[in-house]
């Protein structure tokens, strides 16, 4: 049997039998197991090749599913959870006594999210069960954003027999989604997506403070979302232009104009650099505004010095 399939009632009954689906959703798509199932959570980090300290997103199908997970949810996470749910909205709250520690990696917290893709909704309804999910890729690499990406990247690490790669075409917003954790007061921003703090900010009518504490995601790492290319970043494509001149093996990445555009393109733009065997991208940062703050977090991630 092909990994690679669009039957979602094959996936549903994968997951229901312990399997990984590797599942599309707005942002990137994600390696989903059965929340509830401990042993196929645990060949996610397997696979993904990510630290067993590293908590995982849990999908549900349903925003009035909070409560079964949560515990005690405050209410700025009732209020992002009836207004950015679905979509590329994560919210850490206490974790419900029934979420196993090996999704949390440990923490008394969770991380919920209703995805909004249509795909992924129905999986989570046939299945019927929440779905634990990082991005489907190996850890620290940039997140796939399409089914061809997933199979790259860890195709070889599945198992046709038991697991499926569900393909939803490209993703729509192409960037992961918005953390906030409500188990602070004010909440703390932990990753930006596509929804922007002062979106975020509106929706709470309150003020949300930036990330403080010890590393929480592993987005927070100050070198993640990167390709094999070494990355360097510029302000404009005049900078681009001088700096390639002088620099071999570079690749020149400007994709400033529409910045729905520029986020969508982004991780498959740094993958077809390394695998056109690019040495280095230099990349025309987008304005710190919008969609543009999100896009520049990652590429500041892709471009820090690398581990090892
Ligand atoms: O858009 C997305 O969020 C995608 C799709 C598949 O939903 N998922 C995703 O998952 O990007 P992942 O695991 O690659 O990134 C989730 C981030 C990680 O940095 C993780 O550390 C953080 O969320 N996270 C999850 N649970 C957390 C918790 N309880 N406290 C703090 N951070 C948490
Ligand atoms: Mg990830």
Redesign the pocket.
Known sequence: MSLLTTDVDRAASALLRGGLVA?P?E??????ADASNAAAVARIFEVKG?PAD????V?LADPADLDEWATAPSAAARRLAETAWPG?M?I?VR?AAKVASVV??G?D???L?V?AHPLARRLLSLSGVAVA?????RFGAV?PTTAAHVIDDIGHLLDPARDVVLDGGPCE?G???T?V?TTTTPPQL??V?SITVEEVETLLDDHVAAASGPA?????LPS?YAPRCAVRLVDSPDDAIALAAGTSGAEILDLTGDLADFARRLYAELRSADERGAAVVIAVLPPATGLGVAIRDRLHKAAAPRPG
């Not at 999910?133 to 890729?137: I, K, V």
């Open positions: 599942v959703t942002t990137v798509y994600g390696l989903a990510r590293h908590p995982l997103i999908h590329a994560t850490i974790k949390t990696g923490r917290t969770v991380g999210r995805p999910a990082p991005s489907a890729n997140s917003i960037l992961e989604s953390i954790d932990l990753r997506g929480r995601a592993s987005g927070m993640h």
